[in-house]
């Protein structure tokens, strides 16, 4: 295999990354000025030690805690529980939340065999037996998977009914077109219409 | 800028790859088995010195001339212009072409700043002068810069009379719909439709 096919063949294991954008990329990376190789290689090589989850909430950080954890200034009685490490990343971007967070891990797919025994709900136990939270906010995927994940962190936190236990809204997304949404999308939609 | 932020931002340079993928790719790289980013990392940095343009048809080699350019089982009569190294590669997996190549190393753009001067013209008049050709082939891409780059090929091509000049078919693609056809390809299609 030449040095071409089998970076091309490497790159193409990436996530979202076909054999065509793999062979692009590939080609690109012979004509990228020689520095940006030797960065990019770098932290490659280098991102796995960097980069922990956190021993608290589980996200992705490069100190432990991470800082959203030890940031004194978010709202302490919100948890918001993701299934992954990146979402609390797409969360913190949009800037919709000031709350803290539990990464599970991934959601329940029994399928997969995933089960609840494979994901963070001991931790998130003890996190809500040890701390003042008043409101649980659950945003797993809207997805089979995640919905299943949130009926069973409902099952679970039953023992504790002063926690306000929420949900994010699926609906709409906003910007997008009536007739591009799926049958899903639109049933939700009607099912979680709001008063004017 | 944390060590993830900084492969996401690396990572959104390379071709095809938006601010979401990188990311994606980013916390993808942290889950990935180590030896994988090891390797990764080891091909993106020594890329550039195993791979070269062939000295004599311009395509990326490792060995020069490359593989295609001295293999003799292929058809010497006839010579593929095409813009880019990756056109080799990709009419090579076709596999509906045997015989040489020639890369332009881009097309025409005036808008660009890219005129004929910059591209690999006066190799290419070099090689069917000493070669022994009987018909050029333009695989230059289906744009207006593709379409620029295989008139002007023609006009410097005119003291070559004895050549049998040809362009790749444009048309319709194999498994599409005429529903999905835009304007300009249906347009091509009924110009050059072929009789049965």
Do not use: W
Not at 68 to 93: H, K
Not at 115 to 132: M, V, Y
Not at 137 to 157: K, M, Q, S
């Amino acid at each position: 295999m030449t040095a071409l096919e089998n970076l091309t063949k490497l790159l193409s294991r990436l996530p979202g990354v076909g054999p065509k954008s793999a062979s692009r990329i590939a080609f690109s990376l012979i004509k990228t000025p020689k520095d940006y190789n030797r960065l990019l290689a770098e932290d490659i090589a280098t991102i796995q030690e960097k980069v922990h989850p956190c021993s608290i909430c589980g996200s992705f950080t490069e100190t432990d805690p991470c800082p959203v954890c030890t940031d004194t200034t978010r709202d302490r009685s919100m948890l918001c529980i993701v299934e992954q490490p990146q979402d609390v990343m797409t969360i913190q971007a949009s800037g919709a939340y000031n709350g803290l967070f539990h990464v599970l891990g991934g959601a329940i797919n029994p399928l997969n065999g995933v089960g609840p025994e494979d994901l963070s709900f001991g931790k998130l136990l003890e996190r809500i037996e040890a701390g003042s939270f008043s409101e649980i906010i659950i945003a797993t995927n809207p997805t089979e998977e995640g919905d299943t994940t949130a009926l069973y962190i409902r099952h679970v936190l039953k023992s504790h009914p002063e926690l306000n236990l929420t949900r994010l809204a699926s609906g709409l997304p906003i910007g997008g077109d009536l007739e591009y949404a799926d049958r899903t999308t639109l049933t939700r939609s009607f099912r979680g219409r709001v008063k004017l």
